[in-house]
């Protein structure tokens, strides 16, 4: 199984970023996605997560408004769109995939597998 994430960069803050992650060596559409980001000396935390047929959506409270997940199982390739950055946001960013049931999709414990990160920093 391999996850590739991409699309990390330097902008201002304001700016835009759209992350990808290309999964191959798995059924994609059996999997629940989520990203999560890890700033210097801190934890690994929860961005975003999306269901296996893209139906359901959910945010951490700090990206919600500004952060879009979606996903094209045909393509096997889950996405970030990430609006209005802000220094706060600078971190790796990394793309998990899990069969945890709903409830657990916050937590980074119950992904099964994770691609390499991918870097975002916004200055100000």
């Known amino acids: 199984v391999q996850l590739q994430a991409s699309g990390g960069g330097s902008v201002q803050a304001g700016g835009s970023l759209k992350l990808s992650c290309a999964a191959s060596g798995l059924t994609f559409s059996n999997y629940r996605m989520g990203w999560f980001r890890q700033a210097p000396g801190k934890e690994r935390e929860f961005v975003a997560h999306?269901?296996?047929?893209?139906?359901?959506?959910g945010y951490s409270d700090s990206v919600k408004g500004r952060f879009t997940i979606s996903r094209h199982n045909a393509k096997n390739i889950v996405y970030l769109q990430m609006n209005n950055l802000g220094p706060e946001d600078t971190a790796v960013y990394y793309c998990g995939a899990t069969r945890i049931i709903l409830s657990g999709v916050r937590i980074p414990s119950n992904y099964h597998y994770w691609g390499q990160g991918t870097q975002v920093t916004v200055s100000s």
């Open positions: 999306i269901s296996q047929n893209g139906g359901t959506t």
